[in-house]
């Protein structure tokens, strides 16, 4: 059985980092055609983040520079360092992954998600 389990989160001050973990289980991650992070604030529809194929990474314009994907094949687990926080970072952040190729900030790509873990930036 396929599982993601995320970890990491919660609440910091704008400017302030933080380090989201997504632990896969059930099928090694290097097997995916793509992982990625979205996010939803309240409200609002579920956004496109990250997304990491096997040679590429791609990045939401209101996060490049700030935001980094990366997984870890040994310990089959995906990363999402966010680095100089805004308040409009606020939401829920999902990991998810995906077996087969498509696009990368459509949510229908998507096979396996995390239960979802929320990020609070305070001004």
């Known amino acids: 059985q396929v599982q993601l389990v995320q970890s990491g989160g919660g609440l910091v001050q704008s400017g302030g980092s933080l380090r989201l973990s997504c632990a896969a289980s059930g099928r090694p991650i290097t097997m995916y055609y793509a992982v990625g992070w979205f996010r939803q604030a309240p409200g609002k529809d579920r956004e496109f983040v990250t997304a990491?194929?096997?040679?590429?990474?791609f990045y939401t314009d209101s996060v490049k520079g700030r935001f980094t994907i990366s997984k870890d094949n040994a310990k089959n687990t995906m990363y999402l360092q966010m680095n100089s926080l805004k308040p409009e970072d606020t939401a829920v952040y999902y990991c998810?992954?995906?077996?087969?190729?498509?696009?990368?900030?459509?949510?229908?790509?998507?096979?396996?998600w995390g239960q979802g873990t929320q990020v609070t930036v305070s001004s």
């Open positions: 990491l194929s096997r040679s590429y990474s």
């Open positions: 998810a992954a995906a077996a087969r190729g498509g696009s990368y900030a459509d949510t229908g790509l998507y096979d396996y």
